[in-house]
């Protein structure tokens, strides 16, 4: 219960308590110094820290006790040192959402683009605004895909759940028709191309996004990084696809990962053990990415390994004898 010109809180606390023998009255003057009362008690110093007389003179004479730095108390009531304004983030809809971020004037900037386009010579000033429309319209689309489509993401191999359409990820949701689905729209490369149709767009954003890997990296605040994962995962070229000798042995891996954590847990039934049970996949990535690696031109590999998967790791990656 928080308390008002240095009265003592009745309801909720209990007096601070003091060592042996400790003057009555010197735990009568701090009963009021508990949790419940802290943001109050940092409210009414922040006044004090500000104007002395604006608080009540009990107050200006237990804060003056104190003998603190006003901007000390300002500080302190400001907050921590590290916190930052934009996090955590503001839950905002995905229409403000696409025109903002790290985009300066996004409409502005794509009117003049779309203006400088090849396709916009001799289109009429409603033409081009029409055009601009339909791209700012193409890149909340696509802003939305790169936000909400791990949600669509086919994770199911089994096939056994309904997935129900995300209405956001809809192009309905943006003003587009069936009749606009072929028509070519200005992206400014976004996706790798200038420009693109509604049906390319959609073919690129749910191969990339919606396939049996859901992709989430819109929560990173750095744009450099940010356009490195875009750059590497989004646009016409960027589908990945296996050989059949290529599947055959990322098959085979895995049988032979599985069959060893069957061995040990008919081996050794009971024995406390981290097995690699359900992330089987890790061991041809493991060696994927060291050829991979090696291909590149690295020389050494320092492997940081958990206990879970530890023993696989060690005779399925590394060779090491089953003994």
């Known amino acids: 219960m928080a308390m008002k010109n240095g009265q003592r809180a009745t309801n909720g606390g209990s007096s601070a308590q003091s060592g042996p023998g400790a003057p009555a009255q010197d735990q009568d003057r701090t009963s009021f110094l508990y949790g419940s009362n802290a943001a109050f008690i940092e409210e009414v110093y922040a006044r004090y820290a500000d104007d002395p007389q604006s608080v009540d003179p009990s107050w200006q004479a237990f804060f003056g006790s104190l003998d603190e730095a006003p901007q000390n ?191 040990l847990h008919i081996k050794f039934g009971g024995t406390k053990r981290f097995g690699l049970d359900g992330g089987e996949a890790a061991v041809p990535a493991m060696e994927q990415i060291i050829k991979r690696g090696g291909a590149l031109g690295v020389n050494d590999i320092v492997l940081g390994m958990p206990h879970r998967g530890r023993l696989n790791v060690l005779a399925s990656v590394m060779g090491k004898p089953f003994r």
């Open 73 to 263: 108390v300002r500080n302190e009531v400001r907050g921590p040192s590290w916190a930052r304004s934009d996090w955590p983030v503001v839950e905002k809809g995905e229409w403000t959402s696409a025109l903002d971020g790290n985009w300066p004037e996004p409409v502005k900037d794509l009117k003049k683009k779309v203006e400088a386009s090849p396709a916009a010579s001799g289109m009429s000033a409603t033409d081009v605004r029409a055009a601009t429309v339909d791209s700012i319209r193409a890149i909340m689309l696509i802003r939305a895909y790169r936000i909400r489509g791990h949600l669509m993401a086919n994770l199911d191999p089994l096939d056994q759940q309904d997935r129900e359409p995300h209405p956001e990820l809809d192009p309905e949701t943006y003003g587009f028709t069936a009749a606009d689905m072929n028509r070519p729209i200005f992206i400014d490369h976004v996706l790798g191309l200038e420009t693109a149709t509604l049906n390319q767009i959609l073919a690129i954003l749910q191969r990339t996004y919606c396939a049996s890997i859901g992709i989430e990296f819109m929560h990173i605040t750095d744009p450099e990084q940010k356009a490195w994962l875009q750059q590497r995962i989004e646009g016409p070229d960027k589908e990945i696809s296996f050989t059949e000798r290529g599947k055959l042995a990322i098959l085979n891996k895995l049988i032979e990962t599985e069959g060893f954590e069957n061995f």
